[in-house]
């Protein structure tokens, strides 16, 4: 056993030991300090569990990231993933009509409005796979660093998404929440000093939770509204924030297709698209939604004197600034002015200058000392 692996098995053997405690531990007035302190070294302690998994080479998924933004298409089995990645994105994933067919992670490019956009289809995930029944917490592990998730769900089983969303929550991976707004100077000493506490955790808790991550010497402000969970999860670096929407697979078996849709919508307040993936329904509206809910922008380079277009992709709210240093660095430098076209200036060829903020089909052309 390498040494790696015995690290591992230690950490795997201490997790279990606090857990033990933790589920022995009567919860009243009295205890209140210790199961606090006792979660805190649960979720370090798992932390640390990620980090020995992710340097034992071979271990899970490894997804590597291409393209203008990353996309998985997350269901249970049978619900139409390969079918759908197949219709919407450059690839030829096996379908069949039973579950488990998609055993790997198969990669596949959508484009939409000149972007580049990778695709996931991901294995079939199973109730308890946070706990790594059919190779779930692999899975779950690589939806953690996509830009946005597809729930793919079977309209006839609606019920599988409050199930992955709980599936994804026990590992920390939450859906269409902003990620919390809180800093955290660590100090050499003076103790755990809060100068903001916007949260739900009363200032002793918080203080008790970082003595139990290991934090003893630190000055926290937290200016968001979150749970005590949400706050353990994000200082020990476990946490996630995706965005997420809803492929309603398979309208085709279910008259009132739309009442579910809006059903759906209200209750987990996610953009919901009605599609058929075999019959090729509504997928144009569903790649429209895509690109939207990613939160980025195609814009076009047009050289001075030149009517070739060069689409750029960027993230909403990027400037000339942003632009440029994506073409080269040293084009920051050199910049003088832009001059645009499009949604964002007032007047055909406007002059703008760097902190000029760009929007969707913009044209840009770089004028240079």
Known sequence: MSMMDRKKEMLEDKLEDLKAEYSKTK??????????????KIAKVKREIIIASKRKHGEGFFVKKNGDATVALVGFPSTGKSSLINAIANTNSKTAPYAFTTTTIIPGTMIYKDAHIQVFDMPGLIENAHLGVGGGRMVLSAVSVVDLIVFTIDINHVEHLR???DELNALDIFINKEKPNILIKKEFTGGVKIE?????????DVQEILVGLGIYNAIISIWSDISEDEFISYISERSHYINAIVALNKIDTYPNYEEVAKRIEKEFNMKVVPISATNKINLELL???????????TIYLKPRGEEKLDPMVLKRGSTIKDA????????IDELKCAYVNGRSVKFLNQRVGADHVLEEGDVVTFITH
């Open 163 to 165: 199930q992955l969303i």
């Open 324 to 331: 440029a240093r994506k073409v080269h660095t040293t084009l």
């Open 27 to 40: 919860d009243n007035k009295k205890t209140n300090k210790h199961i606090r302190i006792l979660r805190a």
């Open 196 to 204: 903001i506490n916007k949260s739900r955790i009363p200032d002793r």
């Open 287 to 297: 790649k429209r939604e895509i690109y939207n809910n990613l939160n980025i922008i």
